[in-house]
């Protein structure tokens, strides 16, 4: 028989690649988390990195899921997040990306990652990447049979410095070839706080080779869609996250009915 740690051990190393909440939400929202989990499968290790670095904003995006978790339940929205690490594969870059597995993650060497083979490449992709979109489309997939309206909303963090230079905005949005949506959720954030140093394309832009998500499942699907990063600082503790879970639910729900608005007029 297999001792507690053992079983454990067994038990993680058998996580699916993606999990699904509230698949069933009738929400206008759908949820995506890509970088929702620092943990690496029990074959690859520790990748050579300290507890320390694992922990750390190279491996995920702190907070993020526990802000989904929370809009879950304050929306009634269906969820889809990784299980993997983005050290293992990065499930929001295009396959052939040079970031899909990464050797240098800001200023840390992933060492274990350094030459490895097409063989394990399509391992990855086939393991982790493939199953977690195979995932978010079940989800869409299942609202366009039920004629359900459908807002994408991809759920990311961001660290305050990167590479020393400070980034000064706690949340940042980040639209695809559609920016109208993003624009209405701008202007939603706005209203509530004027004086709200919101970044629009901030810390990163589409032009940056990130919003692969973002594409695929919104834009591909001719969906309203948008990108949320806020800076892990302001959501690693419970009153961050539910505060900036109870204003983005907010300002969903305005951005989406002032998307209706303009729509019948």
């Known amino acids: ?10 038990e993680a190393s058998q996580l699916p690649p993606a999990i699904t909440i509230n698949p069933e939400g009738r929400s206008p ?3 995506v988390c890509d970088h929702a989990s620092n943990r690496i499968p029990e074959r690859y290790g520790d990748l050579g990195l300290s507890l320390a670095q694992r922990l750390e904003h190279i491996a995920w995006d702190p907070g993020a899921l526990s802000v989904c978790q929370a809009l ?16 293992i594969i990065d499930c929001n870059r295009e396959t052939d990306s040079p ?17 490895v083979s097409d063989e394990e490449r399509a391992r990855r992709i086939g393991d982790y990447h ?18 359900l309206p459908t807002v994408l909303v991809c759920m990311h963090s961001f ?23 993003t ?31 973002l594409e695929k499942h919104g834009d591909g699907r001719g969906l309203e869609a948008t990108m949320i ?22 300002c969903l729900v305005a951005a989406h009915e002032a998307r209706g608005r303009a729509a019948a007029r």
């Open 1 to 10: 028989m297999l001792d507690d740690r053992a079983e454990a051990r067994l």
């Open 29 to 31: 929202f759908v949820l």
């Open 72 to 87: 879950v339940d304050l929306l009634d929205a269906p969820l889809v997040h990784s299980t993997v690490s983005r050290l």
């Open 99 to 115: 970031e899909l597995i990464r050797t240098l993650s800001e200023a840390t060497m992933i060492a274990a990652n350094i030459d």
């Open 130 to 147: 493939a199953p977690f979109h195979l995932a978010i489309e079940r989800v869409l997939d299942r609202r366009a049979e039920r004629g």
């Open 159 to 181: 660290t305050p410095i990167y590479l020393d230079v400070p980034r000064p905005w706690p949340i940042g949005l980040i639209h695809g070839r559609d920016t109208g949506y």
């Open 183 to 213: 624009q209405k959720l701008f202007d939603a954030l706005m209203t509530e706080d004027p004086a709200l140093d919101l970044g629009w394309n901030e810390p990163y832009a589409a032009l940056n080779g990130v919003t692969l998500t």
């Open 229 to 250: 990063e806020i800076r892990n600082t302001e959501i690693l503790e419970p009153a961050g996250v539910a505060f900036w879970a109870a204003r983005l639910a907010r």
